[in-house]
């Protein structure tokens, strides 16, 4: 059995994003491949969002003009500290809870498709394990300290760790790591459907951390009659500086003869 990277053309680079306007990654060669895709993971404050547009050029040292195979421009990473748009990308958060937080206040986050409710409590009978409070729909966190002290914010998120990662929450499709006293690192595990999403209120805040984008494009789609063969990515942002992966994948290598050669394609 042949290796993947015998089969498949991949290369990686890394782009340090340190401005409003961005950077653009390397041109890849198109000429013998029949399909490329391209991988983009951001890593960073990425909690404003940043874009990804896919260029196509005709040399290999010339800038990316108009999008390649009129594919528009997507955004990666949150709206706003309190917003994460579902099918953003998003992969991985950091959830601060309030110090204000009151009984009732309460934020949805998803994976994928799937949206739990989790509402914050200072009721014990509400939050405890095993509780029959608890359901699919509306799952209770909290402490009895309150929020207003480091204890009861830690307590809080030891409680909100346990739900989002129980059975009736997303059971094993997130994964939490306590950071620190108020905050709650939230990442999508290798299992889960889609990325995450966030409807928040004072009761919690979120960073965005890491978020990923992808763009296919078929060869026959890029503009031949402007000899347009080279493939790169545009990544800008309004936000703070970030890194940038990416990944690109080309398949179909494809027989090229020369433009004055005569053949015919076997039945």
């Not at 990654?25 to 391209?38: C, H, T, V, W």
């Not at 690192?185 to 919690?204: E, F, K, P, T, Y």
């Not at 179909?252 to 005569?262: E, I, S």
């Amino acid at each position: 059995m042949s290796k993947i990277t015998d089969r498949l053309k991949i290369d990686a680079e890394i782009i340090s994003i340190t401005s409003a306007a961005g950077a653009t990654s390397q041109n890849y060669d198109m000429q013998k491949y029949g399909q490329a895709a391209f991988v983009v993971s951001a890593y960073g404050d990425l909690t404003g969002g940043i874009t990804l547009d896919l260029m196509e050029s005709s040399a290999a040292t010339a800038a990316g003009s108009s999008a390649a195979g009129g594919k528009a421009g997507i955004v990666i990473g949150g709206t706003a500290a309190t917003n994460i748009a579902s099918g953003s990308g998003v992969r991985e958060i950091t959830l601060t809870m309030g110090t204000a937080s009151t009984t009732g206040q309460y934020f949805t986050l998803s994976a994928g498709t799937v949206t739990k409710k989790f509402t914050y409590t200072t009721s014990t009978a509400a939050w405890a394990s095993g509780s029959t409070l608890q359901s699919a729909t509306n799952l209770y966190f909290g402490s009895t300290v309150g929020s207003t002290v480091d204890t009861g914010l830690q307590l809080s998120l030891d409680s909100l760790k346990t739900q989002i990662e129980s059975t009736l929450g997303f059971s094993g499709s997130l994964i939490c790591s306590t950071l620190s006293t108020v905050t709650l690192q939230v990442r999508c595990a290798d299992s889960a459907a889609g990325s995450i999403g966030l409807s928040a209120s004072a009761v919690m805040t979120a960073a965005v951390n890491q978020a990923a984008g992808v763009f296919n494009l078929q060869a026959d789609q890029m503009t031949s009659t402007a000899s347009k063969r080279y493939l790169s990515v545009k990544v800008s942002t309004a936000s703070t500086t970030c890194r940038v992966a990416v990944d690109v994948i080309r398949d179909g290598g494809r027989y090229m003869p020369a433009d004055d050669y005569k053949y015919k394609l076997s039945s």
